[in-house]
């Protein structure tokens, strides 16, 4: 798989060494091995919660994301506690869908 990320250098320091470069876009192509299939992530709607914790059978820790009722990205403390789990807390309570993948 090959991906192509475009990274912009707005102050470019002349002493910076890039191989490709036009204007003050640089290209950078990344390879390596495909990573695991995704699935669908597992997602939870809830109401009015300081904390939560998720059991998951993943081989690895889970993303997860967050979005309140009214759709709007959240941040929350996110923690995983042993192997097979996530906890998340917030400072106030909060309601919304949590995906997790």
Do not use: K
């Not at 699935?39 to 919660?49: H, I, L, M, N, Q």
Request: proline fraction near 11%; hydrophobic fraction near 35%; glycine fraction near 6%.
């Amino acid at each position: 798989m090959t991906d192509t990320i475009n990274v912009i250098f707005p102050d470019l320091d002349p002493s910076f060494d890039v191989e490709e470069l036009t204007g003050d876009v640089q290209q950078i192509t990344l390879e390596g091995p495909p990573g695991p299939s995704g699935g669908e992530p597992d997602v939870y709607a809830v109401t009015s919660v300081s904390s939560w914790t998720h059991a998951h059978s993943r081989d690895y820790p889970p993303l997860v994301r967050l979005v309140d009722s009214s759709n709007h990205w959240v941040i929350a403390d996110v923690t995983y506690p042993d192997s097979s789990h996530v906890s998340l807390s917030f400072p106030t309570p909060f309601t919304g869908t949590i995906y997790v993948s």
